[in-house]
């Protein structure tokens, strides 16, 4: 047999070139997208799922608790246990002298009858305490002072910080605040607000007539960042729906207008108070006082 002419040998060696060049070049793209052989594409997976693992072991990140009413020591004046004892929880609206426009002066209480009724307190041994310490020891076993009493006020008008807070300060009582968000854009800036906050009273809530009892509790604990567990019901009004929206918005407890001393017998969204009005004066106070403690 004759042999392949040049030309023939020549197309020969240049089909074969052009098949292994492209199988190497089919192999290197494998190699690549599998990561090689020599172990870099293992190592590769191997760092991303330890990577994942890693991130799946992290704990999430928690929002920092916020700060909680302080408890009664115990060493407070004849500190006792009281899971069973009833308080009296006053409520004041404005302290000022009412103004000839006003459409209720009766919930306008004059400065100087303000300071009667808190002198009266402190001379007969009353100390004030919060709604938080008084839950603390019906449910979770804290300590009340002798003769507790709290001294509340609704809705938060600016008369509060200008003329209740000097008087009690001076006496070393707390108060709570059931304030209405909407009073800071209002009648309570912020920053009174707060100076009552830092002179240690309570922040409650007081929701507005629009009915979103959640959404005043959340703007309240954000701009404040202080828990809020207590509501006290705007103008006193509730019935079973009410009390349902503040349970289920968080809240350990409401409090009403009715008349008489909050007690742990009470359903804990039907507690009562003692409103205070223009011309109880101290004398008053204690008419009402040895009224619902008789």
């Not at 359903?267 to 006082?289: H, T, V, W, Y």
């Given at each position: 047999m004759?042999?392949?002419?040049p030309?023939?040998?020549?197309?020969?060696?240049?089909v074969?070139a052009?098949?292994?060049?492209?199988?190497?070049?089919?192999?290197?793209?494998?190699?690549?997208?599998?990561?090689?052989?020599?172990?870099?594409?293992?190592?590769?997976?191997?760092?991303?799922?330890?990577?994942?693992?890693r991130?799946?072991?992290?704990p999430?990140?928690?929002?920092?608790?916020?700060?909680?009413?302080?408890?009664?020591p115990?060493?407070?004046?004849?500190?006792?246990?009281a899971?069973?004892?009833?308080?009296?929880?006053?409520?004041?609206?404005?302290?000022?002298?009412?103004?000839?426009?006003?459409?209720?002066?009766?919930?306008?209480?004059?400065?100087?009858?303000?300071?009667?009724?808190?002198?009266?307190?402190?001379?007969?041994?009353?100390h004030a305490?919060?709604?938080?310490?008084?839950?603390?020891?019906?449910?979770?076993?804290?300590?009340?002072?002798?003769?507790?009493?709290?001294?509340?006020?609704?809705?938060?008008?600016?008369?509060?910080?200008?003329?209740?807070?000097?008087?009690?300060?001076?006496?070393?009582?707390?108060?709570?605040?059931?304030?209405?968000?909407?009073?800071?854009?209002?009648?309570?800036?912020?920053?009174?607000?707060?100076?009552?906050?830092?002179?240690?009273?309570?922040?409650?809530?007081?929701?507005?007539?629009?009915g979103?009892?959640?959404?005043?509790?959340?703007?309240?604990?954000?701009?404040?960042?202080?828990?809020?567990?207590?509501?006290?019901?705007?103008?006193?009004?509730?019935d079973?729906?009410?009390?349902?929206?503040?349970?289920?918005?968080?809240?350990?407890g409401?409090?009403t207008?009715?008349?008489?001393?909050?007690?742990?017998?009470?359903?804990?969204?039907?507690?009562?108070?003692?409103?205070?009005?223009?011309?109880?004066?101290?004398?008053?106070?204690?008419?009402?006082?040895?009224a619902?403690?008789?």
């Amino acid at each position: 047999m004759s042999d392949p002419s040049p030309s023939r040998h020549a197309r020969t060696v240049a089909v074969s070139a052009l098949v292994t060049g492209f199988v190497l070049f089919v192999v290197a793209i494998v190699t690549a997208v599998s990561g090689g052989g020599d172990g870099n594409g293992d190592r590769r997976v191997g760092a991303t799922t330890a990577t994942t693992e890693r991130a799946e072991r992290r704990p999430a990140r928690r929002r920092p608790a916020l700060p909680a009413q302080p408890s009664v020591p115990a060493n407070a004046p004849g500190a006792h246990k009281a899971p069973d004892e009833a308080v009296a929880v006053l409520v004041y609206d404005v302290i000022n002298e009412p103004r000839a426009d006003t459409a209720d002066p009766s919930i306008w209480v004059p400065p100087d009858e303000f300071e009667a009724q808190m002198t009266h307190l402190a001379d007969n041994g009353y100390h004030a305490v919060t709604m938080r310490q008084v839950w603390a020891a019906w449910k979770e076993g804290g300590v009340l002072p002798s003769k507790p009493i709290v001294i509340s006020f609704d809705t938060g008008y600016h008369s509060v910080y200008a003329n209740a807070l000097p008087v009690m300060r001076e006496r070393q009582f707390p108060g709570t605040l059931f304030l209405d968000p909407a009073q800071t854009e209002a009648d309570f800036p912020v920053s009174e607000v707060k100076g009552l906050i830092g002179a240690g009273w309570e922040l409650g809530a007081q929701p507005s007539d629009d009915g979103d009892v959640p959404g005043a509790r959340r703007r309240l604990q954000r701009e404040f960042g202080r828990r809020v567990e207590f509501m006290s019901y705007p103008g006193g009004r509730f019935d079973p729906t009410a009390a349902t929206a503040a349970e289920s918005a968080g809240f350990l407890g409401a409090l009403t207008l009715e008349e008489g001393l909050a007690s742990p017998d009470e359903p804990p969204f039907e507690l009562d108070r003692i409103p205070i009005r223009n011309g109880d004066g101290a004398e008053g106070l204690a008419r009402k006082l040895a009224a619902v403690a008789g």
